[in-house]
Structure formats: structure tokens, C-alpha cells
């Protein structure tokens, strides 16, 4: 007797050990090492800040056709619509895991006929061992959640449903980001065309400077030939620009669900890059990692898996129901509402599955392998995140100054170019140095408008790297 006695004290420790793992269910943030703060925030200096970056950066960019465009974007983008049939799924599911908390109610009713075998009833003649029977009732069953399996499932609904969330931001922030890429293409596209335009008018005029000084004998066809191939040279490239254009504005209609017809004219009409701001707000690597939607998912995803490792190890412990049931049975239908033909049950039902426990531990080792996986998603998603973030704020500030020097290149250019043509004029040097300085130029202008668009595409990579996308559309699953 001791000894069976010394085995049941040993196996309750044991449930009472497992209870205690399987109710141990918190959802516990995820350690990520991380900077204090990102290299290129310095000390009052640079072209970054510490301070919390904008929510919505496509409304923070002073440009009011592209934030108009990425709001249209995000409610018309089949995208969008898809993550958020998503998140709708997630949110019914975690929903629907809610009802295992409740009790189970059934209600029914039937009529049975039939007779007994002779041998069944021996000596009872045909019509005695004829019988039937009316019966209506419910009957219900609920599981006690003692060692916490459901609480658990449903806080890992409540963690995929998070995730789900955070996905639908991911899209739209992704989302916002290509539209806004797009439009600086074709922006960048309209001032590179703007560009040439503005050179071959001024090409012409040295041209028909040329034509002048030859019809007056005071220069030579070489000279007139050579400025009329730069011109044509420079009106070469704009059909291509032109191209570049129309290709950039059905990449924003397809993005925004439609097509370039439906913008009605919203874009041909020329305008400059959004101006880049003095000092662009980031934040902390901290911070960054709360406000990207992809690390936000791959955090939750990973409590989710801890919450259904929890519920797996549950199924070590018995489980605990309250059944019952009550009605109505009667030989006659007349009956059912007669004294004595009410019924009821009432009982507790307990199930353990203990010639199955192998199966039980490989579900754990599966859940427990998954949930390391998750874990290790996570951090793998948070240090990439970082590493992103800091590549993008050099990308941009090396974008910038190579803006502020192709500016500087642009002015002496343009300097240059009218002093030799001046000297030209006033017969003072050949046409070579015209010629030099002109293409020269073109040239640092075309460098310079694509430094613009370039600059401010990295801008839009910062903020797409911090997670810049505002916040959730709706509320928390559950609340």
C-alpha cells in the first residue's frame, strides 16, 4: 500500500508540475540587442535627429498630389483589400477559439419505432413487443479550463491576430512607399525632360548665333554644323523621357487600382520634387523596432507559438467536463407533457490521455521546434530591421551631399556657359569653349535633376525603413 501510495504522490507532483508550466502562459517581450541610438544621429550635427519620426511620411513630405495619391492608393489597392480580408480572418478565428471557453448546448427531439425479437421477449406476443417512443430535450457539455489549454489557444489567436494586423500595415506601408517612388519618377522624369528642353532652346540660339556670324563672314560652317548635332543630340533624348513619364504615371494608376485614364490629367502638368527637410526625425533603434510593422509580426507570431506550446503541454493533464441534459420522453406525443415523462442528467466527465502520451510528447517537440523557430524569425527580422534602417540613413546622406555639390556644379555651370557664349559673341575665342561649356551643362543639369529625385527616394527609404506608416487601421483583435 505504501508503495502504490508513494506512486500517486509522485504522479499528482507531476500534474501539479505540468499545471504549473501549462499555466505559466504570459506573453513575454523578446530580448533584442540593439544601439542606444543610430550612428548617423550625431551630436546636433548631420542631417538626422532623435526625435520621433512622422506617423504618416507621405503627409510629412509637403507635397499635396502625392499624399492625395498614396491616400487613394490605400483604400482602392487590391493589396490592401487582401491583407485586410486577412486580418478579418484572423479576427473571426481568434473569435470562434473564444466560444471553447463556453459551455456546448444542443437541443433535439425524435421519434423511435420498432418491435423486439421473440428472444428478446420471450412469450410476449407481436403487438406486446411492439414499441415507440417520443423524446425532446437539450444537453450540454462544458470543458473546465483548469490547467489552462484554452486560455492559451485563445491568447495565441489574440497574438496571430496582432500579427495579422501588422501585416496589413506592412502592406500599406510598403504600398505608400511605391507610390511615392513613382511619383518621384515621374517628377524626376519631368524635370530631366524640362531640362533638355531648356538646353535645346538654348542650343538653338547658339545655333542661330552661328548662322549669323557665318552669313556674315565672320565664322564657318564647321562651327554651325557642330551646334546644330548638340542640339539634335539633346532633342534625341527626350522621347525617352517622354516614355519614362507615361511609364511612371500607369505604375501610380495600377498602384492606386485603376488606370492612367482615371487620373485625369492629375500629373502632366510639371512640378518639382517634395523639398527634403532640414532634419529628418528618427528616433531610436528602440523605437524603430515597435513601429515596423515586420518586426511587430514576427514578435507576435513568436508569443503566439510560446501560447501553443503552453496549450500542447496541457495535453498532458486530464481534462474536466460538466455534462448534463434534460427533457421530455413519452410512448405518446400526447404524453411528453404529462407528470413523469420529464427526465434530466447530470454528471462530471474526466479524460486523460494517458496510453497516448508518446503521441502527446512528439506534439510538443513539434511545438516546442516552432516555437524556436519563431524566436529565432524574430530576432532575425529586428537585427535586419536595424541594419536597413542604418543603410537607408546613409544612402540619404550621402544623397544629399551629393546634391549640395551638383548644385554648386550647377551654378558655375550655367555661369560658364553664358560667359562663353558671350565671348563667342564679342569674337573673343573660337566656338570650341561654347561648345564644351554647353555640353558641360546639359550634363551637371541632368545630373542635378536626377540627384533631386535621387535624394528624395532615399528619404522615402528612411522612412520606409522606420516603419513610418502610422497607425493600425482598427483596433486590437479582441478589444
Known sequence: M??????????????????ATAAAAQDRPLPVAVPAAFAAVGAGGGSFSGEAPAPAFWRELGDSTLARLVDAALDANPDVQAARARLAQAREARRLASFDLLPTVTSGGGYDRGRLSAAQAP?????????????????????????????????????????????????????????AL??????GAQGQLAVALRNAENQRRTLALTEERLSAGRGNAFDSERARALMQLTLAGTPLLEARIDAARNRVALLLGGTAADLHGALDAPAAPPSLPAKVRVGSPESMLRSRPDVSAAERRAAAEEQLLGASRAEYLPRLSLVGGAGL????????????????????????????????????????????????LYASAALRAVQETESAMSGYDRSRAR???????????????????LRFQEGMTDFLPVL??????????????????DAAAALVGVYRALGATGPAEEGPAGS
Not at 400526447?334 to 508518446?358: C, E, I, K, T
Open 329 to 376: 420522453n413519452a410512448t405518446s406525443f400526447d404524453s411528453l407533457g404529462r407528470a413523469g415523462a420529464s427526465r434530466y442528467q447530470a454528471g462530471v466527465a474526466v479524460s486523460w490521455p494517458f496510453l497516448n502520451l508518446g503521441r502527446i510528447r512528439s506534439q510538443v517537440g513539434i511545438s516546442r521546434a516552432r516555437a524556436a523557430e519563431a524566436r529565432a
Open 123 to 179: 412469450g410476449a406476443s407481436g403487438s406486446q413487443r411492439g414499441y415507440r417512443a417520443f423524446d425532446a430535450g437539450v444537453s450540454g457539455a462544458w470543458e473546465l479550463d483548469v490547467f489552462g489549454r484554452t486560455r492559451r489557444t485563445l491568447r495565441a489567436g489574440d497574438a496571430l491576430a496582432g500579427a495579422a494586423g501588422e501585416d496589413l500595415r506592412d502592406v500599406r506601408l510598403a504600398l505608400a512607399a511605391e507610390v
Open 403 to 421: 546634391l549640395a555639390a551638383l548644385e554648386s556644379a550647377g551654378t558655375a555651370s550655367e555661369r560658364a556657359a553664358e560667359l562663353a557664349r
Open 436 to 453: 564644351d561649356a554647353e555640353r558641360t551643362l546639359l550634363d551637371v543639369q541632368n545630373q542635378l535633376a536626377a540627384a533631386r529625385t
Open 2 to 19: 505504501r508503495d502504490v501510495s508513494g506512486v500517486k504522490t509522485l504522479l499528482a507532483a507531476g500534474l501539479l508540475a505540468l499545471a
Open 182 to 187: 513613382a511619383y518621384l519618377d515621374l517628377r
